[in-house]
């Protein structure tokens, strides 16, 4: 089965399924489960895989399983979704609101999870009919939210042999039927920056006999980033923004500690490895000059998500093939950030924007506990994912008679 045929086996897949699949995502919308907590969720996935004749392997944890579809032989090709909820109060009014106090899947996970079952069972179904020219992996990914469920999965061996990886995300500022994409970069690091400050404290009548350390917290506060913004190329937009800072108790007495917490981020990978070494000289310098002891403590978030240019153009082919013309549309690096990006430094592959705004509706952005989606956007991931997985499979394999794109004409 090549392009053409592709958009009628969905047409066929989703016309028996599509209702299923949207009461499936409901129950998971009624019981969010958060970060490493996703035991029901994973029974849910695991139950269903397990009656198409799959066979989940789920994570040691017991949150997040792994599936593969097809032979052996051939390319490997993985499909990603998150499966966790946020831990905020849902305030929609609709049949399947949360029934978790404090829980809601605000971010669309249900839908990504939603979509990766119903690609499989599509997927299974063309393995079944000798029609799968390689091997699919399903990574149903525990705690994105947290992050760190990406490296759970890498450390039980879940992107070993595999040779392209996708994944998807909603996007409430698109409508319906529509994907958008981006090579290079499309999502951003987040990084906590804690400085915690000593030195002699005193009297404020003879600040010489101390470390005046107020008035040096202060240098480090407007210096280390106006010197950060000097060393690093603007192109990166590494920044570092304080958030808080504390230190003292009195007017007239200089304290001997203090503390300050911010944030960096960044659009580019490199400047993001290079970040922590960089502030740190840049801190040990500032603090040297005002005689302070000043300690560093650097929290990773997730580096930026690196979309490959090719698999960004299988993702546009399969959009194109399996939703239609027209249905891609470019879109903006975010500054959000997204744990996807720990598979693309090992793997090349290309995370998509999933349309989810009915259109002419409201846009309801994600982590509010208004949000939600058109749920007509289960059934076009489905296309859209089926599609790529396909895609990226026909492109992998040596090229036969039918070529995929030419038959597409
Ligand atoms: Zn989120
Ligand atoms: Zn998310």
Redesign the pocket.
């Known amino acids: 089965m090549r392009g053409r045929e592709l958009r009628g086996e969905l047409d066929a897949f989703l016309g028996e399924h599509e209702q299923d699949l949207v009461e499936f995502r409901r129950d998971l919308h009624r019981y969010p489960e958060l970060a490493f907590a996703e035991y029901r969720t994973t029974q849910r996935i695991a139950d269903r895989l397990g009656a198409a004749g799959l066979l989940p392997s789920v994570l040691p944890r017991g949150t997040g399983l792994i599936c593969d579809v097809g032979s052996g032989d051939g390319p490997t090709v993985a499909l990603r979704a998150d499966i966790d909820a946020?831990g905020l109060q849902d305030e929609k009014e609709v049949s399947y609101r949360s029934t978790v106090p404090g829980s809601c899947h605000a971010?669309g996970h249900d839908v990504h999870t939603t979509i990766l079952l119903g690609t499989s069972l599509f997927l299974a179904q063309q393995a079944a009919a000798g029609l799968l020219p390689g091997r699919v992996r399903l990574i149903f990914q525990p705690a994105?939210?947290l992050p760190g469920g990406a490296l759970e999965v890498m450390a039980h061996g879940g992107i070993t042999g595999v040779d392209r990886i996708f994944g998807l995300h909603c996007d409430p500022r698109l409508d319906v039927g529509h994907v958008g994409l981006k090579p290079g970069p499309i999502t951003s690091a987040c990084d906590k920056l804690v400085v915690r400050v000593s030195g002699p404290g005193g009297h404020t009548a003879r600040p010489h006999l101390t470390a005046d350390l107020v008035f040096a917290l202060a240098k480090v506060l407007t210096e280390l980033p106006a010197a950060l913004s000097r060393r690093v190329d603007p192109r990166s937009s590494l920044s570092l923004v304080w958030g808080k800072v504390e230190a003292g108790s009195a007017a007239n007495a200089i304290p001997d500690d203090g503390v300050a917490e911010g944030t960096v981020r960044c659009l580019d990978e490199n400047a993001w490895h290079a970040a922590p070494d960089l502030i740190k000289a840049l801190l040990d310098s500032v603090a040297g000059a005002y005689g302070i002891e000043a300690q560093m403590e650097y929290v990773r978030g997730v580096p930026p998500v690196v979309n490959d240019e090719m698999s960004v153009e299988m993702l546009a082919e399969a959009a194109q093939r399996a939703l239609g013309p027209g249905s891609v549309a470019p879109t903006q690096q975010s500054l959000g950030g997204e744990d996807f990006a720990w598979y693309l430094e090992s793997v090349p592959g290309a995370f998509a924007r999933l349309g989810t705004r009915s259109p002419g509706g409201e846009t309801y952005d994600?982590?509010q506990g208004t949000f939600d989606v058109d749920e007509s956007a289960i059934g076009m991931g489905v296309r859209l994912m089926a599609a790529t997985a396909l895609t990226a499979l026909w492109e992998s394999s040596p090229v036969t008679a039918t070529d995929p794109i030419t038959s597409l004409a």
Do not use: A, R
């Open positions: 946020l971010c994105e939210e994600i982590h």
